[in-house]
């Protein structure tokens, strides 16, 4: 392997830091305004390019992950189905499917109903019971018109699927009430791509054409 220069050899441990070239340039100590430019030349110096594959590797081998971990990590989150997480449903309104779309109770309910009313010469059953929040809206219900009720279910974070939980991102209590937190997929589908060399991002430089190996950089 060829000697850095203690400039290169700061851009290689910068760069291993966020894998984002043109601020380990600058972190490096190249100047700002070129930052761009230079971090593109040195990605293209085979010296530079080994020295970083190298501390790649031995990293990976530290901490005992391969790049098909990396891999299978980007392929599970971005096949994950956010409704793993988090669901929007349209649910049956309390009239949708009683009797003559009548409010309708749930067995619970009516028992409650009745002996509340069970002094009373009559009781109304209205729509009768049955009622279940997870049937469908009913389109000729006269109530809701079929739109039915709108509710946000936020899953048990406990039980996802390898995917969904590679793309879950934690949850926080909001005014508004739970918020779920996802991965962004884009710049993980672009890391994917460019691992299966679907991406081939160059740069001209000096009339020279070169690779631009920074995510980050790619504006």
Not at 4 to 24: M, R, S
Not at 146 to 171: F, M, Q, W
Request: charged share 30%; proline share 2%.
């Amino acid at each position: 392997m060829s000697t850095l220069t203690a400039k290169q050899q700061a851009f290689v441990d910068e760069y291993l830091v966020d894998l984002n070239a043109t601020q380990a340039a600058i972190r490096a100590g190249y100047n700002p305004n070129t930052a761009k430019v230079i971090a593109s030349e040195n990605l293209s110096k085979p010296a530079i390019a080994e020295a970083i594959a190298k501390r790649q590797a031995d990293r990976l081998q530290r901490v005992e992950v391969s790049q098909d971990d990396v891999i299978r990590v980007l392929v599970d989150m971005l096949a994950a189905d956010a409704n793993e997480l988090v669901e929007h449903r349209r649910h049956c309104c309390r009239f949708c499917w009683g009797d003559g779309h009548r409010y309708q109770y749930t067995a619970n309910e009516m028992e409650k109903e009745q002996a509340a009313w069970l002094a009373e010469t009559a009781f109304d059953e209205r729509g009768g019971i049955g009622y279940d929040e997870r049937l469908a809206p009913n389109a000729d219900c006269p109530e809701c018109f079929g739109d039915g009720v709108s509710k946000t279910i936020v899953k048990d974070t406990r039980n996802l699927s390898p995917s969904a939980r590679a793309l879950y991102a934690g949850v926080k209590q909001t005014k508004d009430g739970l918020e779920v937190k996802m991965q962004s997929k884009e710049g993980y589908l672009q890391l994917l791509m460019r691992h299966a060399g679907m991406l081939n991002d160059k740069l001209m430089i000096n009339g020279k054409m070169v690779h631009e190996k920074s995510l980050d950089d790619l504006e």
